[in-house]
């Protein structure tokens, strides 16, 4: 049987109120876990997410059974960095404070694809838009005594390669699979870097693995139907979580104490790693990709973004 890693029952029954808090990516999976989670604590949350009808219906719901919480919706695309600029200004607009940034949205294996600004899809949308968006949003969490920032990564940046000298895939031979690993260890790259830069200051930013979880985030790879349906069990069987076990790692990152004293680590669910020792995951846990502790990749990783995204 295996021994998930749970966020402790103190932390989710802590009292939010008056604290606000983006996640993006709320219309399914573990965005919508955690903004469940959060009303039920009576957070503040606003849901950045593209589909808008979907996302007032599904929060209505919420709010009938957690009266005390309040969710507003504002739109985002992530594959837009003027729609990040929106999202930023509609955000600052109307709250005046942030206490956690939950980087949750993501694409998989798409077919090659870029942004309107340029990028491959899943580097654009996964990596550059969230670090448009955490830039941008820096000085209001700076406002608060504890602001958290939680980099959605995956278990599979450990077979990801920065390229630098080729970062959207336009020279080398296009794999959905090697885009979705970059994107995903430009995060954990990310977040260390973050940290640093931020040492000084009351941010705490972290990058996750929250588990191989059952959500639509498989549609480019295989059918929703054969995942939820047809192979379930074996997949099941084989790791694969449902949601409340996959927003664990989140919510512990999110609202535990310990947090604030490893800023830039890396935070993990069991997962599906190649050696044996890293599987039962940990909190934090070394990452097995050693681009992570690679400073000066860091360094240039960012300068990089912070130009391509018009910083």
Known sequence: MTNFLMCSKKNLEKNLSGKVYIVTGTTSGIGLEIVKQLASQRATIVCA?????????????????????????IPLNLDSLNSVRDFTKKFLDHFDRL????????????????????????????????FLLTELLLPILKKNKTGRIIHTSSVFHEKGFINLEDFNFE??????????YQS?????????????????????????????VQTPLI???????????????FLKISGMVDTWHGCQTTMHCL????????????YSQVGIY?????????WPMTSPNMQVYDDELCTKLYDLSHNLVGL
């Open 274 to 282: 190649k050696n044996k020792e890293d599987k039962a995951g940990g």
């Open 171 to 180: 020279k080398r031979k296009y794999s959905g699979w090697e885009a979705y």
């Open 219 to 233: 549609k480019h790879t295989l059918p929703i139907f054969f995942q939820d349906y047809l192979l379930y069990p």
């Open 255 to 266: 609202l535990d104490e310990t947090i604030i004293e490893n800023s830039g680590h890396f």
């Open 184 to 212: 995903k260890l430009a995060q954990v790259l990310y977040s260390r870097h973050q940290a640093k830069l931020l040492k000084n200051s009351n941010i705490t930013s972290v990058s996750i693995h929250p588990g191989w």
């Open 99 to 130: 206490d956690g940034l939950i980087n949750n949205a993501a694409v998989m294996n798409t077919p090659k694809s870029y942004t309107e600004d340029g990028f491959e899809l899943q580097l654009g949308t996964n990596f550059l838009g969230h």
């Open 49 to 73: 997410c593209r589909n808008i009808e979907a996302s007032k219906k599904i929060t209505e719901s919420i709010l009938v059974n957690n009266p005390n919480s309040s969710i507003k919706t």
